[in-house]
T-cell receptor, first 116, second 114 residues
Framework: GAVVSQHPSRVICKSGTSVKIECRSL??????MFWYRQFPKQSLMLMAT?????????EQGVEKDKFLINHASLTLSTLTVTSAHPEDSSFYIC????????????FGDGTRLSIL | AQTVTQSQPEMSVQEAETVTLSCTYD???????LFWYKQPPSRQMILVIR??????QNATENRFSVNFQKAAKSFSLKISDSQLGDAAMYFC???????????FGKGTRLSVIA
């Protein structure tokens, strides 16, 4: 149980393109989802926390107009990288958790984004 | 603020041997939870083990066990009978009972030598 599906796993696109990444909780309802960015050989950097039906909470330094997050249902959150540039190239990974206290975060398999 | 510190950027272990990865944390919460995640080269984040702070008994999952020292705020991971497939980045994480995200350490890269 507790499977999180993230799609696509790999994106290569031209500079200026907008890219949408989907994160789905397949067998549980996720009231809260998290989006992370990971640079090579580093830890996960939290970008934002999204709660179903409300605006996402962005971490300091993360441009909310660049990284649009939508959490329209209890099983789906999307991250859209708008007008992507080469410096946005990175590994993005989503995570979901049920609201019960002490439950771990379950992670998607990540999306490797390459902007040419 | 909650913090998690992993002081060993890299560790190595011989196959079939035992290795311990260190983690210390700081929190003012009385109700919290600790986790170890494994990230192999595929970059998938895999939950290894979980510990509730209110439990004195150390969690165990097959070859993986923890040494939870609450007073010292220490949460080390012991891997017994190490296997080649254990080679990965290991992240220690701290969470509380709310909807706030886990706080991760910087990770320890474990190599397993055949």
């Amino acid at each position: 149980g507790a499977v999180v599906s993230q799609h696509p796993s790999r994106v290569i696109c031209k500079s200026g393109t907008s890219v949408k990444i989907e994160c789905r909780s397949l067998d549980f309802q996720a009231t809260t989802m998290f989006w992370y960015r990971q640079f090579p050989k580093q830890s996960l950097m939290l970008m934002a926390t999204s709660n179903e039906g409300s605006k996402a909470t962005y971490e300091q330094g993360v441009e909310k107009d660049k990284f649009l997050i939508n959490h329209a249902s209890l099983t789906l959150s999307t991250l859209t990288v708008t007008s992507a540039h080469p410096e946005d190239s990175s590994f993005y990974i989503c995570s979901a958790r049920v609201s019960q206290a002490g439950q771990p975060q379950h992670f998607g398999d990540g999306t490797r984004l390459s902007i040419l | 603020a909650q913090t998690v510190t992993q002081s060993q950027p890299e560790m190595s272990v011989q196959e079939a041997e035992t290795v311990t990865l260190s983690c210390t944390y700081d929190t003012s919460e009385s109700d919290y939870y600790l986790f170890w995640y494994k990230q192999p080269p595929s970059r998938q984040m895999i939950l290894v083990i979980r510990q509730e702070a209110y439990k004195q008994q150390n969690a165990t999952e097959n070859r993986f066990s923890v040494n939870f020292q609450k007073a010292a705020k220490s949460f080390s991971l012991k891997i017994s009978d190490s296997q080649l497939g254990d080679a990965a980045m290991y992240f220690c994480a701290l969470g509380n009972s709310g909807n706030t995200p886990l706080v991760f350490g910087k990770g320890t890269r474990l190599s397993v030598i055949a």
